[in-house]
């Protein structure tokens, strides 16, 4: 399984503000529910004004729950859960 060329550009420009001191983290307003959502920003500048770039929010709840992780005996598939277990 491949990453996408985006999705490792992201990456590095996160890794890159992080190593500069350059990322908040903001609470926003998740646009389909308006629920909040604590988001990681890099933070720009222009002209003394403060430029935030949302590259994602923060896990509700625990983050072991929400993503199914790649499978190591299958390099296209996923782990996925055993029947019965909850999501």
Same mark, same amino acid.
């Given at each position: 399984?491949?990453?996408?060329?985006?999705?490792?550009?992201?990456f590095q420009t996160l890794l890159r503000a992080a190593g500069d001191g350059n990322?908040?983290?903001?609470?926003?307003? !998740?646009?389909?529910?308006?629920? +909040?959502?604590y988001v990681i920003c890099a933070v720009g500048r222009d002209d003394g004004d403060?430029? &935030?770039? $949302? &590259?994602?929010?923060?896990?509700?709840?625990?983050? /072991?729950?929400? /993503?199914?992780? +790649? !499978? #190591?005996?299958? #390099? @296209?598939?996923?782990?996925?859960? @055993?029947?019965? !277990?909850? $999501?």
């Amino acid at each position: 399984m491949s990453i996408p060329a985006y999705a490792r550009t992201n990456f590095q420009t996160l890794l890159r503000a992080a190593g500069d001191g350059n990322l908040a983290l903001m609470e926003c307003l !998740d646009a389909a529910t308006g629920n +909040p959502r604590y988001v990681i920003c890099a933070v720009g500048r222009d002209d003394g004004d403060c430029l &935030f770039t $949302p &590259f994602g929010h923060l896990a509700d709840g625990n983050p /072991y729950d929400a /993503y199914l992780p +790649p !499978d #190591p005996g299958d #390099p @296209e598939g996923f782990v996925r859960p @055993e029947p019965g !277990d909850a $999501p």
